[in-house]
C-alpha cells in the first residue's frame, strides 16, 4: 500500500534551517509529484510548495521564496523540505503529501512537529 | 493569490442530519478543487477532487457540486465518524490555496 513516512519531531533555535524528509513506498515515486503543507497550531492547512516529477519542477508558494527548497532522491524515493531563517512564526506541523495529476492530494505523511524556540 | 473562504466556519449537527458546506473562490478555479477531512492530531484524508469526484474509498454520503468560484460539499446523512474538520484547497492557480477550515461539531 502507499505509505509515507516523514522524519521524526524537531526543534530549532531561531534563525537556524530544518531539513524534514518523506520516503515513498509502495508506488513508483516518480510518477506522482511530492507537496508540503504546514499547519501552525490550532490553525488551517498553508499550502508551501510541490516538487513535479513528470516536469521535472518546482513551484513553490511566493510567502516561502527564498527559503525553502524541495528536493527529491529517486534513487531512495525520499523528498526533502529544508525550510531556511526560522522563526517562531515556522512552529508547526508539517506535512508532505502525494500529488497524483489534478485529482489533489491523495496520500498524506504522518506530519512532522516542528518547534522553533530559543 | 486566490482566497477561500468556507462558510461555515462551525456547524452542529446531529447524527443523521444533511449538511453542506460552502467554498467560494476570489477568482474562478474552473473545477480544481478538493476537499478534505481532517481529525485531531491526524493528517488530512481527500474526499473529493476535480469538484465532484468521489475519491476511492469515500464514503458515497460525501458528495462534492459546483464549478466558477461557487462549491459545497454535501455529507448526506451524517455519521459519528463525520464529525471532523473540512477544508477546501483550489489548485487551479499558485499559489494553491486552502479555505480555513469547517468545523463540524456533535449538536
Known amino acids: 500500500q502507499v505509505l509515507l513516512v516523514q522524519s521524526g519531531a524537531d526543534v530549532k533555535k531561531p534563525g537556524a534551517s530544518v531539513t524534514v524528509s518523506c520516503k515513498a513506498s509502495?508506488?513508483?515515486?516518480?510518477?506522482?509529484?511530492l507537496t508540503w503543507v504546514r499547519q501552525a497550531p490550532g490553525q488551517g492547512l498553508e499550502w508551501m510548495g510541490w516538487?513535479?516529477?513528470?516536469?521535472?519542477?518546482?513551484h513553490y508558494s511566493q510567502k516561502f521564496q527564498g527559503r525553502l527548497t524541495v528536493t527529491s532522491d529517486t534513487s531512495t524515493s525520499t523528498a526533502y523540505m529544508e525550510l531556511r531563517s526560522l522563526t517562531s512564526d515556522d512552529t508547526a506541523v508539517y506535512y508532505c503529501?502525494?500529488?497524483?495529476?489534478?485529482?489533489?492530494?491523495?496520500?498524506w505523511g504522518q506530519g512532522t512537529l516542528v518547534t522553533v524556540s530559543s | 493569490d486566490i482566497q477561500m473562504t468556507q462558510s461555515p466556519s462551525t456547524l452542529s449537527a446531529s447524527v443523521g442530519d444533511r449538511v453542506t458546506i460552502t467554498c467560494r473562490a476570489s477568482?474562478?478555479?474552473?473545477?480544481?478543487l478538493a476537499w478534505y477531512q481532517q481529525k485531531p492530531g491526524k493528517a488530512p484524508e481527500l474526499l473529493i477532487y476535480?469538484?465532484?469526484d468521489l475519491e476511492s474509498g469515500v464514503p458515497s454520503r460525501f458528495s462534492g457540486s459546483g464549478s466558477g468560484t461557487e462549491f459545497t460539499l454535501t455529507i448526506a446523512r451524517l455519521q459519528p465518524d463525520d464529525f471532523a474538520t473540512y477544508y477546501c484547497?483550489?489548485?487551479?492557480?499558485?499559489?494553491?490555496?486552502f479555505g480555513q477550515g469547517t468545523k463540524v461539531e456533535i449538536k
Open positions: 503529501a502525494r500529488v497524483w495529476g489534478l485529482r489533489g492530494f491523495d496520500y
Open positions: 516538487i513535479s516529477f513528470h516536469k521535472g519542477d518546482t
Open positions: 484547497q483550489q489548485y487551479n492557480t499558485y499559489p494553491w490555496t
Open positions: 477568482q474562478t478555479i474552473n473545477t480544481w
Open positions: 509502495g508506488y513508483t515515486f516518480s510518477n506522482f509529484g
Open positions: 476535480k469538484a465532484s
